[in-house]
């Protein structure tokens, strides 16, 4: 017990230096293998390993361990034409009303326009609600902290999980997401973060031939003399 709280004991196996160059070598080459498709196959995904998924993106750290999120699977033929309906007319209106020029420019080399065939075509969608805040059992509020933030993590290990399964996703955030809300009928103190399609990439697949940025334009060091 620790100021009336109890706590465990935490240890992992040591590692020294030459096995965590090594290691963080290897996760780095295979998380770079990780890329965003929008063409998928409907080949069937068991509901099982989308469960194993859902419980790994609850592995995520979050502010004061409120864990404020709600992860929505949808197989669901009819659920996903009426979200691929709502998410079309949306991206409809951004593409060509609500997004400037120079963010337009910024989308071409990726080949996606507001078409969202992907939305029915992928076997799984997972969609991200973030809890602004909970309800306890006298219907009262209880405030959740760093909710954006708690979820953003959340939904990269979720991303990491995908990929580690041998299976492919795009994170799609339509604009504005309120419509999932309403489809998947979800209560006042849950709103849409995130929707990720889920699935084998389709037999021809074609993804842009882009790079990443190098360490030297991401990181800056501030080492001990």
Same mark, same amino acid.
């Given at each position: 017990?620790?100021?009336?709280? $109890?706590?465990?004991?935490?240890? *992992?196996?040591?590692?020294? $230096?030459?096995?965590?160059?090594?290691?963080?070598?290897?996760?780095?080459? !295979?998380?770079?293998?990780?890329?965003?498709?929008?063409?998928?196959?409907?080949?069937?995904?068991?509901?099982?390993?989308?469960?194993?998924? +859902?419980?790994?993106?609850?592995?995520?750290?979050?502010?004061?361990?409120?864990?404020? !999120?709600?992860?929505?699977? /949808?197989?669901?033929?009819? #659920?996903?034409?009426?979200?691929?309906?709502?998410?079309?007319?949306?991206?409809?209106?951004?593409?060509?009303?609500?997004?400037?020029?120079?963010? #337009?420019?910024?989308?071409?080399?990726?080949?996606?326009?507001?078409?969202?065939?992907?939305?029915?075509?992928?076997? !799984?969608? +997972?969609?991200?609600?973030? *809890?602004?805040?909970? +309800?306890?059992?006298? @219907?009262? *509020?209880? @405030?959740?902290?760093?909710?954006?933030?708690? /979820?953003?993590?959340?939904?990269?290990?979720?991303?990491?999980?995908?990929?580690?399964?041998?299976?492919?996703?795009? $994170?799609?955030?339509?604009?504005?997401? @309120?419509? #999932?809300?309403? /489809?998947?009928?979800?209560?006042? @103190?849950?709103?849409?973060?995130?929707?990720? $399609?889920?699935?084998?990439?389709?037999?021809?697949?074609?993804?842009?031939?882009?790079?990443?940025?190098?360490?030297?334009?991401?990181?800056?060091?501030?080492?001990?003399?």
């Amino acid at each position: 017990m620790i100021d009336g709280y $109890p706590y465990i004991a935490y240890s *992992k196996p040591f590692i020294g $230096p030459q096995e965590m160059l090594i290691k963080s070598r290897e996760f780095m080459s !295979w998380m770079d293998e990780r890329r965003t498709i929008r063409d998928f196959s409907d080949r069937e995904i068991p509901k099982a390993v989308i469960e194993q998924l +859902i419980l790994t993106a609850s592995t995520a750290p979050s502010g004061a361990h409120k864990q404020p !999120w709600t992860f929505c699977a /949808v197989s669901d033929p009819g #659920l996903k034409k009426q979200i691929r309906e709502a998410a079309e007319k949306e991206e409809y209106e951004s593409y060509h009303t609500r997004m400037p020029e120079k963010w #337009l420019e910024a989308l071409r080399p990726l080949g996606t326009d507001w078409h969202k065939p992907f939305l029915e075509t992928a076997p !799984w969608l +997972i969609i991200a609600f973030k *809890k602004a805040y909970d +309800i306890g059992e006298s @219907n009262e *509020k209880i @405030n959740n902290y760093y909710v954006s933030e708690s /979820v953003g993590l959340a939904c990269g290990f979720l991303m990491a999980a995908i990929h580690h399964a041998g299976l492919a996703t795009l $994170p799609h955030t339509p604009s504005p997401m @309120n419509f #999932l809300s309403r /489809v998947l009928q979800r209560p006042e @103190n849950e709103k849409p973060f995130l929707l990720l $399609p889920i699935g084998y990439p389709a037999k021809d697949c074609y993804i842009p031939d882009i790079e990443r940025k190098g360490l030297e334009k991401v990181a800056v060091f501030y080492e001990k003399a």
